[in-house]
């Protein structure tokens, strides 16, 4: 039996304060009924400024080791999937390592926008299938909320914070992550883009008077995007395993918009109880969506040994993928 990877802890966190539709159809001109039937959002958790990036990743980061029975300092490895780090340097993954005291982990930042939780957990995947001891923590987290214009009502309403993990580790058992597939096409980047934030356009009067230093997002483009993306990276990866819709017993769609969550559903033939659906309460939380969503629905029993899981995201870049597993 080839080596596996497992995911034995998982764990999520979002910050404190809700924000409703009804708050913010009272900061820009949006209603409550917009906001739930063209995204299926409902609230969203929003930091205050203790609530960093690598605070919310180091949460997540402990209750996913805590119930992996994995201490700080058995760590061989620590991947963050972000893209609203706390800082360009260091990275959210090092500040994470110090909190957590794990001294002998290597930590890096991965970059895939909405993707990045599927992106980090394929490389975590491919060490772990190089020496099955390996114990790495996965997280997805971002602060969304500190690059987003609250008088854009083409954004601000969609996008949340949280943090998601989860401890990898290898098995010779028959279960685990069975494929993972990766897709970009940069062609399209400007459809959904930070422009400001980095080292081509740095910080400057005149790039802040543009509002470059937020996201800002073709929504239509992106949404017709998406759906081929993602119906397609979901068909890859059951192909890959020789699976038809009924083989799928969870389908984890990141958490962009109902609607795109419904489609996939759809065109996959799935029942709404094969859909885990939490949007309406977090909104799109980026790279934790799926983490958090896992966490979610581990901590409530769903996740039975066996059950054949399907994560599919598609986020800027453009950045899409699939991995498939037996949890
Ligand atoms: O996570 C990474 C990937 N991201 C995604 O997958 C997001 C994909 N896109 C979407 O989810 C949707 O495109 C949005 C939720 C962003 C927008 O929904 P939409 O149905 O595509 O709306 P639209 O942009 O086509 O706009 C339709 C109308 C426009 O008005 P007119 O021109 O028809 O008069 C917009 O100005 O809705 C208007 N609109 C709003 N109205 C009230 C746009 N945003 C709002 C708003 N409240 N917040």
């Keep these: 039996m080839p080596i596996r990877s497992i995911i034995i802890g998982t764990g999520s966190h979002v910050p404190q304060r809700v924000v409703t539709n009804k708050d913010l159809a009272s900061r820009v001109d949006t209603t409550d009924e917009w906001i739930r039937t063209r995204t299926g959002i409902i609230q969203r958790h929003i930091s205050n400024d203790q609530e960093t990036n690598s605070y919310l990743a180091t949460q997540s980061a402990r209750k996913a080791l805590d119930m992996a029975g994995v201490r700080p300092q058995d760590l061989d490895l620590i991947i963050v999937g972000t893209m609203s780090p706390d800082m360009p340097m260091p990275s959210v993954a090092c500040l994470v390592q110090n909190e957590l005291g794990a001294k002998k982990a290597g930590a890096f930042d991965l970059y895939a926008a909405c993707t990045s939780f599927l992106y980090a957990l394929s490389v975590a995947d491919k060490f772990v299938r190089c020496n099955s001891r390996m114990k790495i923590l996965v997280i997805g987290s971002e602060v969304l909320s500190r690059v987003t214009n609250w008088e854009d009502r083409n954004t601000c309403v969609i996008f949340g914070d949280g943090a998601g993990a989860a401890v990898i580790t290898g098995t010779k058992e028959d279960r ?106 977090y909104g799109n939380t980026s790279a934790a969506s799926i983490p958090i969503a896992l966490d979610e629905a581990n901590r409530t029993g769903l996740l039975t040994p066996g059950l054949r899981i399907l994560m599919v995201a598609f986020g800027g870049g453009f950045t899409w993928g699939s991995v498939a597993m037996c949890w």
Excluded: C
Excluded at 223 to 235: D, L, T
Excluded at 254 to 277: M, S, T, V, Y
């Design 176 to 281: 685990g992550i069975l494929s993972t597939h990766l897709h970009s096409d940069g062609s399209l980047g400007e459809l959904l883009i930070i422009k400001g934030l980095g080292t081509a356009f740095p910080v400057s009067h005149e790039n802040l008077e543009k509002g470059w230093q937020y996201i800002q997002m073709q929504g239509r483009e992106v949404f017709k995007h998406a759906i081929k993306a993602m119906e397609s990276a979901a068909w890859e990866a059951m192909e890959a395993n020789g699976w038809n819709g009924d083989d799928v017993d969870l389908l984890f769609s990141h958490q962009a918009n109902i609607r795109i969550i419904n489609f996939l559903g759809e065109k996959l033939g799935l029942p709404k109880e094969k859909i885990f659906i939490n949007i309406h309460k």
